[in-house]
């Protein structure tokens, strides 16, 4: 074979195997920039080309990206208004010219060619300036040149097509997430509207939050007096997330002593003593679901560390077992205690309290709230009316004056119980101020009550304790839920009450 053919031959291999590389290479979705890199970099390297230049237009054929090779400062405006490149946007047909000038430097012999997907033009791909190399090409670019290159930009121009419409699909993909996200929102604003009273800025922010946060897997804390309606925030995150065709496994950790809460929370495995059966721990419980930890700030210190690393590991060991069971639960814990001054005095362990806190949620006291009142009165009206058989129950403008007055230290859960409490003494489905039992003092219509006697706070706790006590004719259950404390509390405070008992029996009981 002669010399020439042969170095032909090899010519037209390397462009062959070029091209493929190309084609393998935008096969894969990259960004428009780097596609157009490195098109006029193989272009020029394969057609020996001194010079290369390429751009992509948008649709109003503005210049998007540009690289140019061995040409200097060439801004990219001129590229669009040299005579050669224009008349290839125009014809949108590859063109080989020899030109005297080209962007302000020497002449050139050059080849452009177009850059098209369906009918639009994408861009313009082309070199220039061929090197003196082998006996054949005598300098200048043949006709396989030009197809050479019009293969690479017709490679090219189906690549930045993908690109383009990817990212397109991609912001209407965000944006698809964006509204669902929104609806979402609304949805839970709405049906939380039908769950929970909130009209209050402070609550409005807390419903944004628990929104936001549902969706994800985060671990949440919510933080809060007694009665505030933690756990029915709990419950609001579970039943707008992705897990919510899961259990919802609450556990007050506050309520069992340690060996108790530890198998509770873990599981035991069978064989651990005799008689004991296997039994599955909350964590196992809640599989797919949410685990909800009650009151974690009365978690003993070694289980603190127990817990701990079931969070880190994911992983739980029943008591008395071996095996190591995954997890898969969403945690969310609540407490009314100062979890920080317990860190400060060595009582909760710093490292737990930031695996529980990755997201907080204070909810605030009702006395910071007080506009909620009217709507919660109007919601537990209509929640006890309802239970009781009652129709059209009402409350007088007074009586609510005398809610709106009183601080709640019991928050909602002893507004609620006030409600049901009013509900089960009238006789009409009219609400007045006789009907709400509450210590009058503080209701701001005990003034007679307190002149010329001014108690201790402890002094009217017992005064009030007693008061309800009388009510409930002495039932624990009943007078710790009008309290709006536990019954453990409520015995404590009854043992406090007996040294107070002359002033205890000196509240007047209507
Ligand atoms: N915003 C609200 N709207 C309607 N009901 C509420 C609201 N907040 C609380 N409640 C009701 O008040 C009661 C107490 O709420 P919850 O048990 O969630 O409080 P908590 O903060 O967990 O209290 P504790 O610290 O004593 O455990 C529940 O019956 C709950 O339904
Ligand atoms: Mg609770």
Same mark, same amino acid.
């Given at each position: 074979?002669?010399?020439?053919?042969?170095?032909?031959?090899?010519?037209?291999?390397?462009?062959?195997?070029?091209?493929?590389?190309?084609?393998?290479?935008?096969?894969?979705?990259?960004?428009?920039?780097?596609?157009?890199?490195?098109?006029?970099?193989?272009?020029?390297?394969?057609?020996?080309?001194?010079?290369?230049?390429?751009?992509?237009?948008?649709?109003?054929?503005?210049?998007?990206?540009?690289?140019?090779?061995?040409?200097?400062?060439?801004?990219?405006?001129?590229?669009?208004?040299?005579?050669?490149?224009?008349?290839?946007?125009?014809?949108?047909?590859?063109?080989?010219?020899?030109?005297?000038?080209?962007?302000?430097?020497?002449?050139?012999?050059?080849?452009?060619?177009?850059?098209?997907?369906?009918?639009?033009?994408?861009?313009?791909?082309?070199?220039?300036?061929?090197?003196? &190399? #082998?006996? +054949?090409?005598? %300098?200048?670019?043949?006709?396989?040149? /030009?197809?050479?290159?019009? @293969?690479?930009?017709?490679? *090219?121009?189906?690549?930045?097509?993908?690109?383009?419409?990817?990212?397109?699909?991609?912001?209407?993909?965000?944006?698809?997430?964006?509204?669902?996200?929104?609806?979402?929102?609304?949805?839970?604003?709405?049906?939380?509207?039908?769950?929970?009273?909130?009209?209050?800025?402070?609550?409005?922010?807390?419903?944004?939050?628990?929104?936001?946060?549902?969706?994800?897997?985060?671990?949440?804390?919510? &933080? #809060?007096? +007694?009665?505030? %309606?933690?756990?029915?925030?709990?419950? /609001?995150?579970?039943?707008? @997330?992705?897990?919510?065709? *899961?259990?919802?496994?609450?556990?007050?950790?506050?309520?069992?002593?340690?060996?108790?809460?530890?198998?509770?929370?873990?599981?035991?495995?069978?064989?651990?003593?005799?008689?004991?059966?296997?039994?599955?721990?909350?964590?196992?419980?809640?599989?797919?679901?949410?685990?909800?930890?009650?009151?974690?700030?009365?978690?003993?210190?070694?289980?603190?560390?127990?817990?701990?690393?079931?969070?880190?590991?994911?992983?739980?060991?029943?008591?008395?077992?071996?095996?190591?069971?995954?997890?898969?639960?969403?945690?969310?814990?609540?407490?009314?205690?100062?979890?920080?001054?317990?860190?400060?005095?060595?009582?909760?362990?710093?490292?737990?309290?930031?695996?529980?806190?990755?997201?907080?949620?204070?909810?605030?006291?009702?006395?910071?709230?007080?506009?909620?009142?009217?709507?919660?009165?109007?919601?537990?009206?209509?929640?006890?009316?309802?239970?009781?058989?009652?129709?059209?129950?009402?409350?007088?403008?007074?009586?609510?004056?005398?809610?709106?007055?009183?601080?709640?230290?019991?928050?909602?859960?002893?507004?609620?119980?006030?409600?049901?409490?009013?509900?089960?003494?009238?006789?009409?489905?009219?609400?007045?101020?006789?009907?709400?039992?509450?210590?009058?003092?503080?209701?701001?219509?005990?003034?007679?009550?307190?002149?010329?006697?001014?108690?201790?706070?402890?002094?009217?706790?017992?005064?009030?304790?007693?008061?309800?006590?009388?009510?409930?004719?002495?039932?624990?259950?009943?007078?710790?839920?009008?309290?709006?404390?536990?019954?453990?509390?409520?015995?404590?405070?009854?043992?406090?009450?007996?040294?107070?008992?002359?002033?205890?029996?000196?509240?007047?009981?209507?």
């Amino acid at each position: 074979m002669p010399a020439a053919s042969q170095f032909e031959l090899r010519r037209k291999l390397l462009q062959l195997e070029a091209l493929y590389d190309v084609g393998r290479a935008l096969n894969t979705l990259r960004p428009e920039d780097d596609l157009l890199e490195e098109l006029m970099h193989r272009a020029v390297a394969v057609l020996d080309a001194t010079l290369g230049f390429v751009f992509s237009v948008d649709e109003k054929l503005n210049i998007q990206t540009h690289f140019t090779f061995g040409i200097d400062n060439a801004p990219p405006e001129q590229l669009l208004v040299e005579p050669p490149i224009k008349q290839v946007m125009a014809s949108r047909e590859p063109m080989m010219v020899s030109v005297s000038k080209f962007l302000g430097g020497a002449g050139s012999d050059l080849l452009i060619a177009p850059m098209i997907a369906g009918d639009a033009i994408l861009g313009i791909i082309g070199v220039g300036g061929k090197e003196v &190399r #082998g006996a +054949s090409t005598k %300098g200048a670019f043949a006709e396989e040149d /030009l197809r050479f290159l019009e @293969s690479i930009a017709s490679i *090219g121009g189906a690549a930045i097509d993908n690109t383009r419409r990817f990212h397109k699909l991609d912001l209407v993909r965000e944006t698809l997430e964006d509204e669902n996200r929104a609806l979402k929102q609304r949805m839970l604003r709405e049906y939380s509207d039908r769950l929970m009273v909130g009209d209050s800025p402070k609550m409005q922010r807390v419903i944004d939050l628990v929104a936001r946060v549902a969706d994800s897997q985060a671990s949440v804390i919510i &933080r #809060g007096e +007694s009665g505030t %309606g933690k756990e029915m925030v709990a419950r /609001l995150i579970h039943g707008n @997330s992705p897990r919510k065709d *899961g259990p919802f496994v609450a556990i007050n950790c506050a309520a069992l002593p340690e060996t108790l809460l530890e198998s509770e929370l873990f599981g035991i495995e069978r064989g651990v003593a005799t008689g004991v059966e296997a039994r599955p721990g909350k964590f196992e419980l809640a599989k797919g679901g949410t685990i909800f930890l009650d009151e974690i700030g009365d978690i003993p210190l070694t289980l603190q560390a127990k817990l701990l690393r079931v969070l880190q590991e994911r992983e739980i060991e029943k008591l008395g077992g071996r095996r190591r069971i995954p997890v898969d639960v969403r945690i969310l814990s609540a407490t009314h205690r100062n979890l920080e001054e317990m860190i400060e005095k060595g009582e909760f362990r710093q490292d737990l309290y930031y695996r529980l806190k990755v997201v907080e949620i204070v909810l605030p006291p009702l006395r910071e709230r007080k506009d909620d009142i009217p709507k919660l009165v109007r919601f537990f009206l209509d929640k006890y009316g309802k239970r009781e058989g009652l129709k059209d129950v009402r409350i007088t403008q007074e009586a609510l004056q005398k809610l709106m007055r009183y601080p709640f230290p019991g928050n909602v859960r002893e507004l609620e119980n006030l409600v049901e409490g009013a509900l089960a003494l009238t006789t009409d489905p009219v609400i007045d101020p006789g009907d709400l039992l509450m210590p009058e003092s503080a209701s701001g219509t005990g003034e007679r009550e307190l002149s010329g006697d001014l108690p201790t706070l402890a002094d009217l706790e017992g005064r009030y304790i007693a008061r309800v006590l009388a009510f409930t004719k002495g039932n624990m259950s009943k007078a710790a839920k009008i309290l709006g404390v536990d019954r453990k509390t409520l015995y404590r405070k009854r043992d406090d009450l007996s040294q107070l008992a002359p002033s205890a029996e000196s509240w007047d009981i209507h």
